[in-house]
Structure formats: C-alpha cells, structure tokens
C-alpha cells in the first residue's frame, strides 16, 4: 500500500493547484494502479480518471485533484445533517467538491456528484481555514457532505485534524461505501457520521446506484461496534423502488439485530430528480407507517425527516415517554434534558452528544466565502 508521509499531519505537498498524492492504492503487475479507497477498486492507465473523477493515475502515482477546493461553504443546522443526537440546535460548517462513488440515478445532489470538478470548484480553502472560519463562525462541527466526503478523504482528514486542534467536531455524510483499510484511517478523524442506508436489497443498490449493499452493511456494523464514532442512519423512500412494508421491516429488523435499538434511523421523503422525475414523491403515510414499523421492531429512536411532521421529528424518553427534544423542521421548540443528557421527569440517559443546554442556530443556513480570506 502506498501512503503519503505527511498525512498524519495535514501537510500534503500540492503537485499543482488542487492536486495532491493520494493514499490508498496500489501498482498492479501489468502496470496499472489500483485505487483502494472504495469496494469499486478501479484500476486505472496512466491518465485515467476513477468512476468518482477526483482520483486519477498521473505521472505513475494516483492523485486526488479537488484538494482545497469546494463548491461553497455554508453553515446550517445540525439537524439537517440529519444528526439529531449530537449536539441538538447547534451550527456546522458544511462543504462538499465534487464527484462521488455511487451512481444513484436519483441523487438529490447530482449537480455536484455528476459534475466534472472543474466545473464547479469556485471555492477553496486550506484545511486551516476551514477550521479557523468555523471557529470564527461560532460552529460547533464541520461536515464533510453535499457529495460524499469518502472520495476527498485525503481533504478531509487534513480538515478535520486542524478542527480537532481548535476544538472544533467532526461529520461525516456519506454512502458508506468504502474498503475497510481507508475506512480505517478515515473514521479515526470523525466525531459523527450519518450513513445513507439506500435501500435494503441488492437489487436496488446494483440497478439504482451501480454498487453493492454488503459494504455498506458491513461499514454500519463497523461502526457501531468498533469505533466511538456517534452514528445515525437514513433511508430515502422512493415509492415503488424500496418501500413496501416487507423491505422495511426487513431493513428494521436487521437494524435493531446489528446496530442495535439506540442507533437513530431517519426515514426521509423522496423528491422527484435527476434520472428519476418520473417517480412521484413520498407520501407522508409512508414516512409515518415506516416509522411505526421500526418503533414496532424496537427501535428507539425513529424520525421522518423533508416533510412537516413535528411528531416525526421530535425525540422522546424510551423510557418514560415524555417529549425530551421538541422540533419543528429545524427549530428546538423544547428541551427537557437535564445538565447531563437526561430525561427530566424519569432520568433514563438520552443515547448520542449534548450540552448541558441546546444550540439556538435554528433553521438559518448561510453561505460563508472562504477563499476571499485565504492568506498565501
């Protein structure tokens, strides 16, 4: 395995603007390099580019080449993440670059995980930076997401090891689809990550997003067992692709059996886009009856999430029942935990992160430019 020497500390020499050595891959016999960061294991001539276009074999090395470069910066509420157990009502600077691992053919974010990165880098930031807007903003993490962070981990990490410095969190969003190795050394840099459970068949993950469910399955339950990274999971339900109410008490079962009833799974409601205009979006129903089915399974903690449903997005005592986090979209309307993370009236502890007292960021988002304050 090849590696580069300074990424334990966040010093990647740029082989031009934007371009980077990448870790995570190896040469083959016949010459081509074999990228090793996710299960597709691309292998590539010199020139080429991986299926997510940020990782290239050039000048017999591969190299990231959105290093430093966003499509923009915005602060928005934690819970849009959706991460609704770590650090509730607080703000997180958010950025994304381009290209990504999947192919979902109904990728809300296509504009930018489709798209060439030269295209739509307009931003860029150092990973000190980003960390030091973050700070000045008042944030309370920075998320790696809008595509997925997995195919800039090199970016990443050297981001998050400068939030760390400043005292700043971290989270990831991501598909889950990544080798266990980089895996490895990804996670070890992250605070919190919401993985994006597609669907519960392999069927859906071959025909709609050209990979595979194991991995995916596999890195949930690698996860929640053997790292401390706080984790929650969402679901997108398309109608007619993977939400019949024998996928999702499957998916729920095997939820509450490996990850166990304390992880928060969000059911989220799909919008007509991309390659998929045709679908119609999901109806409320849905969202509510799959949440019943996962309570139903054992789940503690189960949200509906791009819809209006205060009831669906608040969180209560598995204990005793009471309301313990009130929300309305992305508005804390009412906290009743104490100091401590418990619930008020019967003391049962509130499974994830906590201030003694919520964030009040609300539902603002606002767009920061970062590159304007970039001192060379």
């Given at each position: 395995m090849t590696r580069t020497a300074t990424a334990a500390r966040g010093l990647r020499e740029e082989i031009a603007p934007g371009v980077v050595r990448c870790e995570w891959w190896h040469r083959l016999d016949d010459g081509r390099l074999q990228c090793d960061l996710c299960p597709r294991f691309c292998k590539l001539h010199e020139g080429q580019k991986a299926f997510c276009f940020v990782r290239e074999a050039r000048d017999g090395q591969m190299v990231l080449t959105s290093y430093g470069r966003a499509t923009g910066f915005c602060i928005d509420p934690i819970e849009k993440k959706p991460l609704n157990h770590f650090y509730p009502g607080s703000s997180v600077l958010s950025f994304g670059t381009a290209g990504c691992n999947l192919g979902c053919r109904f990728c809300q974010n296509w504009d930018i995980s489709k798209a060439r990165e030269d295209r739509i880098l307009s931003a860029s930031a150092s990973p000190a930076r980003v960390a030091q807007a973050a700070l000045e903003a008042g944030c309370k993490s920075?998320?790696?997401?809008?595509?997925?962070?997995?195919?800039?981990?090199?970016?990443?990490?050297?981001?998050?090891?400068?939030?760390?410095?400043?005292?700043?969190?971290?989270?990831?969003?991501?598909?889950?689809?990544?080798?266990?190795?980089?895996?490895?050394?990804?996670?070890?840099?992250?605070?919190?990550?919401?993985?994006?459970?597609?669907?519960?068949?392999?069927?859906?993950?071959?025909?709609?997003?050209?990979?595979?469910?194991?991995?995916?399955?596999?890195?949930?339950?690698?996860?929640?067992?053997?790292?401390?990274?706080?984790?929650?999971?969402?679901?997108?339900?398309?109608?007619?692709?993977n939400d019949s109410e024998e996928e999702v008490e499957k998916l729920c079962a095997w939820f509450a059996r490996e990850l166990g009833p304390e992880v928060p799974l969000h059911f989220t409601a799909f919008h007509p886009d991309f390659m998929m205009m045709d679908v119609p979006p999901t109806p409320v129903a849905t969202l509510i009856r799959a949440r019943e089915q996962g309570k139903a399974a054992g789940l503690k903690h189960v949200y509906t999430g791009n819809v209006h449903d205060v009831r669906g997005q608040s969180t209560y005592c598995a204990a005793c029942g009471q309301q313990v986090i009130g929300r309305d979209g992305y508005e804390?309307?009412?906290?009743?935990?104490?100091?401590?993370?418990?619930?008020?009236?019967?003391?049962?502890?509130?499974?994830?992160?906590?201030?003694?007292?919520?964030?009040?960021?609300?539902s603002r988002r606002r767009p920061l430019i970062l590159a304007a304050q970039e001192s060379h």
């Open positions: 920075v998320a790696f997401t809008y595509n997925d962070p997995i195919i800039f981990a090199e970016y990443a990490i050297d981001c998050a090891i400068e939030a760390h410095a400043r005292g700043i969190k971290t989270v990831a969003v991501s598909s889950g689809y990544m080798a266990p190795e980089a895996r490895q050394d990804f996670y070890a840099h992250m605070d919190a990550a919401n993985i994006d459970l597609k669907a519960f068949t392999e069927s859906f993950y071959r025909e709609l997003s050209f990979a595979h469910l194991e991995p995916v399955l596999d890195t949930l339950r690698w996860l929640r067992h053997q790292t401390e990274v706080w984790l929650e999971v969402t679901t997108l339900l398309i109608p007619g692709r804390i309307t009412g906290w009743r935990l104490d100091r401590e993370g418990r619930c008020s009236a019967c003391k049962e502890r509130l499974a994830g992160h906590f201030d003694p007292e919520p964030g009040r960021w609300g």
